[in-house]
């Protein structure tokens, strides 16, 4: 029998183990986060979905990870001052961790295997455009299941079931997110 999401192992962003049994009868958006790529500016958007939601139930949950053109490459003390003292983050975050390859963390291996298709209507035409960016650099996107690049959004339900995966370049207020979101909170 597969462990439920929320005996998964982690720790916080300051280091202390925990899982997301904390967080148990809230509806999830967990996302793999980065400092230095171009959809950074995404944690504005989040943060600010987190708090306008959260008296409802909503839990934004980050996980840095550096799996993508070394786009994080801080500890997670540098991360989680850059988390606060440039987009004001409030909402937990976590130690990186791995969300690809061979060493990716048990949760996303979870998460990749309850949901693996990601919902966009742009993702293979953002496939195609980090396909150009990385081919400079001789590495190409992952392939399906995968996750795609950094920000790709996975929504937990109440009950702790993955209910959708959203790719990297839908935004957090994404009409087709928020109305997900609203329909998570209101079951």
């Known amino acids: 029998m597969q462990p439920s999401l929320y005996d998964?192992?982690?720790h916080t962003i300051a280091g202390e183990p925990t899982t997301l049994a904390p967080f148990r009868g809230k509806v999830l958006l967990l996302v793999n986060v980065a400092s230095k790529c171009g959809l950074t500016p995404q944690y504005d958007a989040l943060e600010k979905l987190y708090a306008q939601h959260?008296?409802?139930g909503l839990a934004v949950l980050g996980f840095p990870a550096n799996d993508f053109a070394a786009q994080e490459p801080g500890s997670n003390d540098e991360i989680a001052t850059f988390?606060?003292?440039t987009y004001g983050v409030d909402f937990p975050m976590f130690a990186k961790i791995a969300v690809t390859g061979d060493a990716t963390h048990p949760l996303y291996r979870a998460l990749i295997a309850a949901a693996p298709i990601a919902s966009g209507a742009t993702r293979e035409a953002f496939r195609t455009k980090l396909a150009g960016f990385l081919g400079k650099t001789g590495a190409s996107p992952n392939p399906e299941p995968g996750i795609l690049w950094n920000f790709?959004?996975?929504?937990?339900d109440r009950q702790g079931n993955v209910?959708?995966?959203f790719s990297p370049e839908v935004?957090?207020?994404d009409p087709a997110i928020l109305?997900?979101?609203q329909s998570a909170l209101a079951n």
């Open 179 to 181: 109305a997900a979101i």
């Open 8 to 10: 998964i192992p982690l």
């Open 152 to 156: 790709e959004k996975f929504l937990i």
């Open 54 to 56: 959260k008296q409802q």
């Open 83 to 85: 988390c606060r003292s």
């Open 171 to 173: 935004v957090p207020d």
């Open 163 to 165: 209910v959708a995966r």
